[in-house]
């Protein structure tokens, strides 16, 4: 059984940065994509990035001008996805999970909770 690990959620000033983690207990093949989701209390949940295997990004408008096209990134070798976080803003404050879609299913982390407050 796979497991995603994040790491690297807190509280962070409105301005602020922050650098999410995620790692695969296991090397998997042919991951197809890796990303971000989040869900803020009351909300459905929804895409914050998405990194292909080809290093095709793709971003939510909310934080296009915010992040740049390299704030996803990702390490192959380790299953490893990354996120940089910048100019937080307070209606970024969430859950925020890691997604992986591996050949033949998807896997979700636990969350990590990301507060923008001053």
């Known amino acids: 059984q796979v497991q995603l690990v994040e790491s690297g959620g807190g509280l962070v000033q409105p301005g602020g940065s922050l650098r999410l983690s995620c790692a695969a207990s296991?090397?998997?093949?042919?991951?197809?994509?890796m990303g971000w989701y989040r869900q803020a209390p009351g909300k459905e949940r929804e895409l914050v990035a998405t990194i292909t295997s080809g290093s095709n990004t793709n971003y939510a408008d909310s934080v296009k001008g915010r992040f740049t096209i390299s704030s996803i990134s990702r390490d192959n070798a380790k299953s490893t996805v990354y996120l940089q976080m910048n100019s937080l803003k307070p209606e970024d404050t969430a859950v925020y999970y890691c997604?992986?879609?591996?050949?033949?299913?998807?896997?979700w982390g636990q969350g990590t909770q990301v507060t923008v407050s001053s």
């Open positions: 997604n992986l879609a591996g050949p033949s299913r998807q896997y």
């Open positions: 296991r090397y998997i093949f042919s991951i197809r994509s």
